[in-house]
């Protein structure tokens, strides 16, 4: 009955290679996120995305790239992963956007990712 | 950008009361605050949300000025099982084509002590 869940949670690949980290929810959310938590513990919002519209952080690489096959899915593909790239990814839902009150978000167990 | 500010690090005993604040001094009109909490190798969790003054929920309180500049986040009489990082965020209300706004920063690591 896990709220939302990632897959894999340990990631180890090398250098140029392309993954992908899958992500669902089971709360009925309309709004799915990914985050970035590098080695300091910093947060960072990479996209924010609903059956309605796509927020990107323009500051993310166009290398990562999110795919929602359906509302409770939202999959993460990177390509070209580099050695930058390791940290700690976590998907989230919430009920609301962003940008509405009670917009509380529900975190996945996160993905490490470690490229060599 | 709703920059927010916390302390880097807190300790506390067993059955205090802890308070940790975070500053926003550039905090919206639109802007919520939200605070998270995280322990090792799980996802933040959700604990608290507020716009002005006071809300209390079961867990913790959140003060709130009115200036909205800072906010305060009280957790009544800790226990060594709240030991973790504690997240504000300010900022919720994204904007319209970019989510720059919404980071987390590195939080408040607090250590109850038995």
């Known amino acids: 009955d896990t709220a939302v869940s990632q897959t894999p949670k340990y990631l180890v690949t090398q250098m140029g290679n392309d993954k992908s980290i899958k992500c669902e929810q089971n709360?009925?959310?309309?709004?799915m996120y990914w985050y970035k938590q590098d080695s300091k513990k910093f947060l960072k919002i990479m996209f924010s995305?609903?059956?309605?519209?796509?927020?990107i952080n323009e500051t993310v690489p166009n290398r990562f790239s999110p795919k929602s096959p359906d509302k409770a899915h939202l999959n993460l593909h990177i390509n070209s992963l580099e050695l930058g790239d390791s940290a700690v990814y976590f998907c989230?839902?919430?009920?609301?956007?962003?940008?509405?009150?009670?917009?509380?978000?529900?975190f996945g167990p996160g993905t490490r990712l470690t490229v060599l | 950008l709703a920059k927010t500010t916390q302390p880097i690090s807190m300790d506390s005993y067993e059955g205090q009361e802890v308070n940790i604040t975070c500053s926003h001094n550039n905090i919206a009109t639109n802007d919520y605050i939200t605070w998270y909490q995280q322990f090792p190798s799980q996802g933040p969790r959700f604990i608290i949300q507020g716009y002005k003054t006071k809300v209390t929920n079961e867990v913790a309180s959140l003060f709130i000025p009115a200036d909205r500049k800072s906010s305060t986040l009280s957790l009544p009489r800790v226990s060594l099982s709240d030991t973790a990082v504690y997240y504000c965020l300010v900022g919720a209300a994204i904007s319209s084509g970019s989510a720059r706004q919404l980071t987390f920063g590195s939080g408040t690591q607090l250590t109850v002590l038995p």
């Open positions: 995305y609903n059956n309605k519209e796509l927020i």
């Open positions: 709360l009925g959310h309309d709004t």
């Open positions: 989230a839902s919430s009920q609301r956007t962003a940008r509405e009150r009670g917009n509380e978000q529900f």
